[in-house]
């Protein structure tokens, strides 16, 4: 029997570099996924290549409208949602703080920040409901980053974003944690994903350069591959992993082992 047989998953930023890897993985282990993404076309088509049962709905996920009718699809189509992914996420430019525009940053909040508590305002209630029902809550992993636990010069914005995150994760583990409901956070540092590689290709360094640039800092100096970061996702959601909630998983290569 496969970990997520029958079990309902929603996932935010699903066409990503870390949302489509967790999504078909997700499927050949017999999850019934709910997926959303700002591009309605490529959401659909990557929805139509995976195997098992997929709902989609396109749409902003700033929009607490959409986070709400994610959840209602859910139940609707498969009866109950025992797992949410809020992976979706936006970078901001490499510059010092003072040299951020204001409306970036803005961005920035609605999207890192508000997104995710718009989607865990309404996972919460759906989840409490099912545990007053059945006893039967249910798991959130909140897609953070090592900037949500450590300083991280010239990406000062999205450091607090993401603290922020962290912040939600750990309170709502609190607040949850006798209904039945697991809240982890996974902190990656830079990975192989689409959003590192533009960044890494804005740089006027070389790309190798630029690269090394990045991973100065982390022991193993390399980049994370998407399955090392999607594989630490699906333990934070495995519904085995029944006693670890409020917990920030740094897949970050040592960074915050010095």
């Not at 989609?56 to 109950?80: N, P």
């Not at 759906?126 to 010239?154: C, H």
Request: charge should be negative; charged fraction near 20%; hydrophobic fraction near 45%.
């Amino acid at each position: 029997m496969a970990r997520f047989d029958g079990q309902t998953i929603i996932v935010s930023g699903a066409t990503g570099g870390f949302g489509s890897a967790m999504s078909l993985r997700f499927a050949e282990e017999g999850a019934n996924l709910v997926l959303t993404d700002m591009d309605e076309n490529s959401l659909n088509e990557f929805a139509e290549s995976l195997p098992g049962p997929t709902a989609t709905m396109a749409g902003d996920i700033s929009d607490e409208k959409l986070s709400e009718e994610l959840v209602k699809l859910a139940v609707s189509e498969f009866g109950r949602l025992d797992v949410a992914v809020n992976n979706a996420g936006i970078a901001q430019n490499f510059v010092k703080l003072h040299l951020l525009p204001s409306d970036e940053a803005r961005r920035i909040m609605d999207i890192d920040v508000m997104a995710v508590f718009y989607a865990m305002k309404h996972q919460l209630t759906q989840m409490d409901r099912q545990y007053a029902k059945t006893g039967k809550g249910g798991r959130i992993v909140n897609t953070a980053s090592v900037a949500g636990i450590a300083g991280a010069p010239r990406l000062s914005v999205y450091a607090a974003a993401k603290h922020a995150v962290v912040g939600l994760t750990r309170s709502a583990a609190a607040e949850y944690a006798r209904r039945d409901i697991r809240v982890n956070a996974v902190c990656p540092s830079f990975a192989r994903t689409a959003m590192v590689g533009d960044f890494l290709n804005m740089s006027p360094s070389s790309r190798e350069e630029a690269e090394a640039e990045i991973t100065r800092g982390v022991p193993m100096r390399r980049l994370a591959s998407v399955d090392e970061v999607v594989g630490t996702i699906l333990f934070a959601a495995d519904p085995t992993n029944s006693f670890m909630t409020g917990q920030t998983l740094a897949v970050d290569g040592g960074i915050t082992a010095i």
